[in-house]
Structure formats: C-alpha cells, structure tokens
C-alpha cells in the first residue's frame, strides 16, 4: 500500500518571532516581516533500481543486485506576505507528491520552515519538524477536529508549534495547517 501526501494547505500564522541578527538579538529597525513558508518532505529510500535495466520497480527481481535509489526531498512553497509578522494569511495549497510503502508513515519527516523574503537562504525565523506519523497520531499536535471526524482520507487541521534554530520552542508562535493524505 502506497500513501501520498496530495495536500498541505498553509492557513495561517500566529505571532511569529522577529528575524535575529548574527549575535542572536532580534533586529528592531524593521517594523515589519515578510514570512513565506517551505515545506519539505524528506523519503526514506522506498524503490530499488536494477543495474541491468534501470528501471523502478516496487521489489528487485529475484537473484539480481538491487541498489537503492537515492532519494530527494521534495519541497514547496507559499508565496510572501507582506510586512505581516503577527498574523500572517496565506489559506494556499501546497501539492507535495510522494510514496509511502506500507504505511510507515513514522519514517517520512515532513519539515515546516518559516522564512524572511529578504532572506530566502538564510536560517528560517521558525521551524516544526515532525514525522507523518506523530501527525496521524497527534503525539506532539493540538487537535482541531476529534480523529474520527478526519480519519478517513486524510489526517486534517493542526495548529503546530514553532521553535528556533536550537529546537526551543517559542510560547505563542504557530502555525495553522491542514494535512491530507490519500492511500
């Protein structure tokens, strides 16, 4: 059984930290954020490529040497709001697609990074980096919705909590989501 991740949808944000310079103090001349948000997927090796052939199969054919096929992440984003750090709006749909063999969803890590426009490449003003599998179970999530309303087809609405570069989390930062998966 193959599970894919059709739907992230960024909703919203709540009371982001200010972008932080070199020294780690927040930088106070500029009023105003511009907060875009990534989500990367990172897959753990599922398909394995025969030498002879190379072509994806689901199982290495019997007696051959199966190589793993390394596996990228896959990676979306939203677009920016405007000099809006409290309550950023996006309410946009992110298509991340991906396999999941067998269920496991405890080994596909899905990573939520929210970054400054200005600064694309540089270190992200938050962070929520989980597996799919502590969001099905609601492990380290405040639930929305109860589980059975959300259950078939998809994992639903999720209030995540953000956290710095040092995994800290910050007191009133979220970020509002809502996940689904279909098999």
């Known amino acids: 059984m193959f599970i894919r991740l ?3 949808k960024i909703i919203s ?6 972008p932080k310079d070199a020294n780690g103090r927040e930088i106070t001349d500029k009023l105003a954020v511009d907060p875009f948000v990534e989500v990367t997927v990172h897959v753990p090796d599922w398909y394995f490529a025969t030498p002879q052939t190379s072509t994806t199969t689901k199982q290495p054919p019997p007696g051959s040497a199966a190589l793993p096929v390394a596996s990228t992440p ?10 809006n750090g409290f309550n950023p709006v996006w309410e946009e749909d992110l298509n991340l697609q991906f396999d999941c063999a067998g269920g496991m969803l405890d080994l596909v890590f899905v990573k939520f990074a929210v970054k400054q426009e ?4 540089g270190e992200p003003l938050a962070v929520y980096c989980t597996s799919l599998g502590s969001l099905e179970h609601g492990t380290c999530l405040h639930f929305i919705i109860s ?3 959300y259950s078939y087809g998809g994992l639903g609405f999720r209030h995540l909590p953000l956290h710095d570069s040092q995994l800290s989390q910050y007191l ?3 970020l509002f989501v809502r996940i689904g998966l279909n098999t």
Not at 74 to 83: K, P
Not at 118 to 121: H, I, Q, S
């Open 147 to 149: 589980k059975s309303f």
């Open 13 to 18: 944000a709540q009371q982001l930290p200010r």
């Open 118 to 121: 200005d600064k694309v490449d």
């Open 172 to 174: 009133f930062s979220t």
């Open 74 to 83: 896959v990676c979306a984003r939203t677009i920016s709001v405007r000099n």
């Open 6 to 8: 059709n739907t992230v």
